[in-house]
């Protein structure tokens, strides 16, 4: 676990609750940078910084979604692997009523409401990743089985 010293948020008090062995990267934020800007900042592989996407079905129920920093979500191949008609982004404001988060902040981790998770499968593969620890301009990095253990995430092949 990382003793450096951050403003506590939901994620970071989840992650010690469960016990998982993480470090926290602190970057400059850049409004509509993404992962793109996180991975250039940390000099990390885009496709090890996995994004949050909260979205929701045809009937407006949210849900998660976890995806390479360096790849896009098919949401046609997410409704199908969901067996709903359609899915879309959740708007910003509804976003962070579910989640308690705020969009370039949004963690996986300790949200306002439990959320169903969906994860790009290849995700599960890797030694590390790095995702958002509920705060703007800071990740913390995992080890995928303990997002697994944590989260229990569906797995899904869901990439464009």
Sequence with gaps: MTKEKFHTTQAIRTLKEHGVDFHLHPYRYEERGGTTVAARELQIDE???IKTLVME???GDPFLVLMHGNKNVSTKALARALGVKTVRPCDPHVAHKHTG????GTSPFGTRKPLKVYTEA???DLPKIYINAGKRGLLAEISPRDLER???PTPVSITI
Excluded: C, Q, R, T
Excluded at 101 to 104: E, F, L, N, T
């Design 122 to 124: 290849s995700i599960m």
């Design 150 to 152: 944590i989260l229990n």
């Design 57 to 59: 079905d045809e009937k």
């Design 47 to 49: 496709h090890l910084a």
């Design 101 to 104: 988060y705020v969009v370039g």
